[in-house]
C-alpha cells in the first residue's frame, strides 16, 4: 500500500522560509517523478514542482527562483525548500508521486494528505 506522509508546513510571515518533507513508503519510488502540488481555498490545484528519477525538476511559474525541490532515492524522500514566500503562497502542499514527468495534475497517480502552508503579511 502506498503511502505519502508530509511535514513541515506551518505558519511564517511573508519574505520568510520554509521546508517541506514527504516520506513515501509501500515501494521504492527511485524510477518515479516525485512533485508538491498545492491548492489555496477556492482555487484549483496548482503544480508547484516536480523531480524526475534522474534528477530533472520542473517548476510552476510562480515558485520558479524561489522554491527548490530535492529528493533521497535511499530514503524515498522528497523535500520542497520555499524562500521569499508570498501571502499567496498560501495552500496546502501535497506531495505525489507518478510514472510521468509533467506539470499536469492528472500525472500523479497517488498523493498524499498535505500540509498547511499560511504565509502572513
Same mark, same amino acid.
Do not use: C, Q
Given at each position: 500500500q502506498v503511502q505519502l506522509v508530509e511535514s513541515g508546513g506551518g505558519l511564517v510571515q511573508a519574505g520568510g522560509s520554509l521546508?517541506?518533507?514527504c516520506a513515501a513508503s *509501500? +515501494?521504492? @519510488? =527511485? $524510477?518515479? $517523478?516525485?512533485a508538491w502540488l498545492r491548492q489555496a481555498p *477556492? %482555487?484549483?490545484r496548482e503544480f508547484v514542482a516536480a523531480i524526475?528519477? =534522474?534528477? =530533472? $525538476?520542473l517548476y *510552476? &511559474?510562480?515558485? %520558479? *527562483? +524561489? @522554491?527548490?525541490?530535492? +529528493? &533521497?532515492?535511499? %530514503?524515498?524522500t522528497v523535500a520542497l525548500q520555499m524562500n521569499s514566500l508570498k501571502p499567496e503562497d498560501t495552500a496546502v502542499y501535497r506531495c505525489a508521486v507518478g510514472l510521468s514527468f509533467t506539470r499536469s495534475i492528472n500525472g500523479y497517480d497517488y498523493w498524499g494528505q498535505g500540509t498547511q502552508v499560511t504565509v502572513s503579511s
Open positions: 521546508r517541506l518533507s *509501500g +515501494r521504492t @519510488f =527511485s $524510477t518515479y $517523478t516525485m *477556492g %482555487k484549483e524526475g528519477r =534522474s534528477g =530533472s $525538476t *510552476g &511559474d510562480s515558485v %520558479k *527562483g +524561489r @522554491f527548490t525541490i530535492s +529528493r &533521497d532515492n535511499a %530514503k524515498n
